[in-house]
């Protein structure tokens, strides 16, 4: 695409410039504020306490919601959803078609779904009212554990309260100060927060470049007591996948454990939608530590790891973020397991899911979109290489019908910045075509965004 939009190069600069000017001011009027406080109190010594307003992120974020009112942008986080959310969702009192979800198979709302969720109330309550290891263990929770273990070929699996928690619970409890943890530069946050909870020295490779992650393994394997090595089996910002054979290779050549984040992969990849393996016939147990979230395919929340038993058990009596946490209520386990079922008997959806991330991803290339590295499996980013780009366009196919987040600086680099979509089983091609043309239509609408100084 050619069109001219978003924030000129004078723009910038003037904005910059003012939000430079006006933090300036509001930094000196804080420090005077201090001073005179001070004074009042009778000593420097006693000042003003510590302001949450002066955290470096704290500041950041002043700075960036500064930028959004200066632009006058509406932000389009945190909008209110009044019913399911699936390929079509109602916000406020307006029907839109929502490429903003995670219910990659439909299955959030199904009725046999549901009716586990609801038959697990009735019995269980709505909380185990417990940490697991205590008396919050219920009949559901070994059900779902050994589904999901099955689905990998694991001998075992743990469910947690959260996806995020699993991996910052598990990578820090499991990695310590002498070791080393290698990973894709384009990881999931959790998996970035356990390593620095863990203490282990952390080596970036650029993104689902397998040979830079042999290199840095190489390197740094020596001087290690363990190594992890860590790859998501599909990635979430730009949609494309790892060669897994290789990284299992690689782990074995250094003696590294590899850990693989399923949280996008299962119900998506492979032809019954059993993950990144089955969608490259490797064999499962290449992998150490199979991760993965129930609250994407599997309509529910939490997260889980499959793995040999004796981990499975170590981190069953061990991980903090299991062990001090309550259990995972039994309604989401029950809807969890019922939604794997389900995507083992119907793989139509699977496919039906495939075939729109192509159609989706090709039609978009072909109108001249960027989609970066998507390989169509369910997420395809169009870039937009300017954070106010990507906002102005998310609103701008808001007001047309369609529900679609932008992903912005620093979630993203600058010229990464981007609308991602996802697709779902739900989706018909019209609806996919419609809404490649309303991006159309949202980006000629965009006329250059002067801002005066």
């Known amino acids: 695409m050619t069109h001219s939009f978003g924030l000129s190069t004078t723009a910038r600069l003037a904005l910059l410039q003012r939000l430079a000017k006006r933090r300036a001011h509001q930094d000196e009027a804080r420090i005077g504020q201090g001073e005179d406080q001070g004074r009042n109190r009778g000593s420097a010594a006693r000042g003003t306490r510590s302001r949450f307003a002066d955290l470096p992120g704290m500041r950041d974020f002043a700075l960036m919601q500064t930028a959004v009112e200066a632009l006058s942008l509406e932000s389009p986080f945190f909008r209110p959803h009044a019913g399911v959310a699936g390929a079509r969702t109602t916000i406020g009192n307006s029907r839109y078609l929502n490429f903003s979800s995670y219910n990659y198979l439909g299955l959030n709302g199904d ?259 960027d989609t970066g590295s998507s390989e169509g499996h369910a997420i395809v980013p169009v870039i937009t290489g300017s954070s106010v780009k990507a906002a102005r366009l998310s609103v701008a196919m808001f007001e047309r019908g369609v529900n679609v987040q932008p992903i912005v600086f620093p979630a993203v680099p600058e010229q990464a910045a981007r609308l991602r979509f996802f697709l779902c089983a739900e989706h018909e091609t019209a609806e996919l075509d419609r809404a490649l043309e309303v991006l159309a239509e949202a980006m000629a609408s965009l006329s250059p965004l002067e801002v005066p100084g």
């Open 111 to 369: 009725p046999r779904v549901t009716g586990a969720a609801k038959a697990a109330i009735d019995r269980y309550g709505v909380s185990p009212s417990a940490s697991r290891l205590v008396s919050g263990e219920r009949p559901v929770h070994a059900e779902l554990e050994s589904l999901l273990a099955e689905n990998y070929g694991a001998e075992a699996a743990l469910c947690m309260v959260s996806g995020h928690a699993t991996n910052v619970t598990v990578i820090g409890h499991l990695m310590g100060a002498r070791d080393v943890i290698v990973h894709d530069a384009a990881i999931h946050n959790s998996c970035t927060e356990g390593a620095r909870l863990s203490g282990a020295r952390r080596i970036p490779f650029a993104h689902n470049d397998w040979r830079a992650a042999e290199r840095a393994l190489e390197g740094a394997r020596r001087a290690a007591g363990r190594a992890l090595l860590v790859v998501e089996g599909h990635y979430s910002m730009d949609g494309d996948v790892p060669d897994l054979a290789r990284f299992v290779e690689i782990a074995r050549r250094h003696d590294a454990w590899l850990m693989v984040d399923e949280a996008h992969s299962l119900g998506v990849l492979g032809p019954t939608g059993r993950g990144v393996f089955e969608a490259q016939g490797v064999d499962p147990a290449g992998v150490d530590i199979w991760m993965g979230t129930l609250s994407k395919t599997l309509s529910g929340c939490g997260g889980f790891i499959a793995a040999q038993r004796d981990l499975i058990e170590w981190l069953r009596h061990t991980a903090p973020g299991f062990v001090y946490s309550v259990g995972l209520p039994p309604n989401l386990a029950a809807a969890a397991s019922e939604s794997l079922r389900i995507m083992r008997a119907e793989p139509w959806r699977v496919e039906k899911l495939q075939r729109n991330a192509r159609h989706f991803r090709d039609r978009a290339r072909a109108m001249g979109f």
